[in-house]
């Protein structure tokens, strides 16, 4: 945990510290509750692509394990607090991951679990082909909507605040008046 640490991104030393004991006491209820039955993944940070219509989706999947049955369990850890269960029957992110598993893993998934480690707290759901093949459907709608939008900059006062007024030429122009 020490060695793996990253000490950026924090407010102040405090907010890194408390992050950082809050980061320790999350592994130690998560291996306590593990006890003496710990299961050695198949996969840990399982680097993905799929393609869906002309877009390519890349991204890392937590943690796959293994299940006795031979089909596998997607793991992805969070560290806040759980959601209600309709969440996770909806969550983009897992069905994605289920895609990914089946396209181009070319693996079995018959759970998708999310793991709250902030309140050790396991809630796993599935998806059928049927759904991710309306999933595959819904993404196609919005990459379509996205892909025919138009994106005008609309410069102002905001602009000074925007993340993307190094590159921006409109900002350029409104920061420089």
Known sequence: ?????IPY????????????????????TYFDSEGDVFTIPA?????????????????????IDKLPDGTFEVIDYKTGSSKKADFIDKDLQLSIYALACRDSLKIPVS??????????????????????EAVKKELLEVIADLQASDFHATPGMHCGFCDYRGICNYAMITLQK
């Open 1 to 5: 945990f020490e060695k793996q640490w």
């Open 9 to 28: 991104g924090y407010d102040n030393r405090e907010h890194e510290e408390k992050s950082k004991e809050a980061g320790r006491k999350m592994l130690d």
């Open 43 to 63: 996969y840990i940070e399982q680097f993905f692509k799929i393609a869906i219509g002309n877009v390519r989706f890349e991204g890392r999947i937590d943690r």
């Open 111 to 132: 759970k998708l679990t999310l793991f709250f480690l902030e309140d050790n707290l396991k809630v796993s759901t599935t998806r059928s082909d049927s759904q991710l």
